[in-house]
């Protein structure tokens, strides 16, 4: 089983940058597409970004493109969501996810991940 561990939340000002991690200390991480996923209250879960596990292919959702990138370190079983230029709307609680590559890639449905991060919370002001 894959257990997932994120980092790197906080507060932040409009305009400034956060870096968050998503380990796993498993030795099989490369086997598996990765996905970041965001909720607010009262909101349900939405895609952020997502990387596939051959090729390195990114996807990113229409609102943080150009601001968010997701790098990964399989030497380190570790992806990131990096991200920049935080906007007012962007506070969240944000999730890393797991894809075991069973099937095809559907990136932008959290039903498609078999693992769960605990979340970690984003908070932007103004």
């Known amino acids: 089983q894959v257990q997932l561990v994120e980092s790197g939340g906080g507060l932040v000002q409009a305009g400034g940058s956060l870096r968050l991690s998503c380990a796993n200390s498993?030795?099989?991480?490369?086997?598996?597409?990765m996905g970041w996923f965001r909720q607010a209250p009262g909101k349900e879960r939405e895609f952020v970004a997502a990387?596939?596990?051959?090729?390195?292919?990114?996807f990113y959702e229409d609102s943080v493109k150009g601001r968010f990138t997701i790098p990964r370190d399989n030497a380190k079983n570790t992806v990131y969501l990096q991200m920049n230029s935080l906007k007012p709307e962007d506070p969240a609680v944000y999730y890393c996810?797991?894809?075991?590559?069973?099937?095809?890639?559907?990136?932008?449905?959290?039903?498609?991940?078999?693992?769960w991060g605990q979340g970690t919370q984003v908070t932007v002001s103004t």
């Open positions: 498993g030795r099989t991480f490369s086997n598996y597409a």
């Open positions: 996810a797991a894809d075991r590559g069973d099937g095809a890639y559907v990136y932008k449905s959290p039903a498609e991940y078999d693992y």
């Open positions: 990387i596939r596990r051959n090729d390195g292919v990114t």
